[in-house]
């Protein structure tokens, strides 16, 4: 099956500072990736559907300069926290679409302290 | 644009007994119907889907679901379930452009 990966899986980091977010598709190439951003014990909620060759789209309450996407290969997207504070503490999932179908990375869990 | 309401929060229930997860749909467009699974610190894993057809959806570990558009409703069971199927399990409606929105998520507790 469709395999995708994150990385990295856990990652800690200082008020201020930013982190980049890796998403790849293992074995197969996806044009549409799309970024979530979960907090403990609620549901998803989506963050910004990223194209490869163009600029992501974001939903409406995400801020873009903050959360920088980049879809540089069908294999990969990053997300870059910028200049992140404690309330960018969450889990970050990546899912890329293939053939109509969305797989799910396993997640990042970001803490800022 | 479309939303989904899990009715149950948590659901507790024992090991080999059956379990239902309910999920209410609203959209003015037809629709395409997930549900997905998570365990602890995890992604998410498709357990089925309802794209079209058969109303009746068979999925993965056992699970099945029906598919009633005149209830709006996307109900997810199993006859008889195991410990490891705790987890929290996620419905999810999209269109066409694949955008997924989700439910609050229903958490399952199985006890032995």
């Known amino acids: 099956g469709a395999v995708v990966s994150q990385h990295p899986s856990w990652v800690i980091c200082k008020s201020g500072t930013s982190v980049k977010i890796e998403c790849r598709s293992l074995?197969?190439?996806?044009?549409?990736m799309f970024w979530y951003r979960q907090f403990p014990k609620q549901s998803l909620m989506l963050m910004a559907t990223?194209?490869?060759?163009?600029?992501?789209?974001?939903e409406q309450g995400v801020e873009k300069d903050k959360f920088l996407i980049n879809h540089a290969s069908l294999t990969l997207s990053t997300l870059t926290v910028t200049s992140a504070h404690p309330e960018d503490s969450s889990f970050y999932i990546c899912?890329?679409?293939?053939?109509?179908?969305?797989?799910f990375g396993p997640g990042t869990r970001l803490t800022v302290t | 644009a479309q939303s989904v309401t899990q009715l149950d929060s948590q659901v507790p229930v024992f090991e080999e007994a059956p379990v239902e997860l309910r999920c209410n749909y609203s959209?003015?467009?037809?629709?395409?119907l997930f549900w997905y699974v998570q365990y602890p610190n995890q992604g998410l894993q498709l357990l089925l889907k309802?794209?079209?057809?058969?109303?009746l959806v068979k999925g993965i570990n056992g699970f099945e679901a029906e598919f009633n558009k005149s209830q709006t409703s996307f109900h997810l069971r199993k006859p008889s379930v195991h410990i490891s199927d705790t987890a929290e399990y996620f419905c999810?409606?999209?269109?066409?452009?694949?955008?997924?929105?989700f439910g609050a998520g229903t958490t399952v507790t199985v006890r032995a």
């Open positions: 899912s890329a679409r293939v053939l109509g179908e969305q797989y």
């Open positions: 074995d197969f190439q996806a044009t549409t």
């Open positions: 990223s194209n490869e060759g163009s600029k992501a789209t974001y």
């Open positions: 959209s003015s467009v037809s629709v395409y």
């Open positions: 309802y794209l079209s057809g058969s109303t």
């Open positions: 999810a409606v999209s269109v066409r452009d694949y955008k997924l929105s």
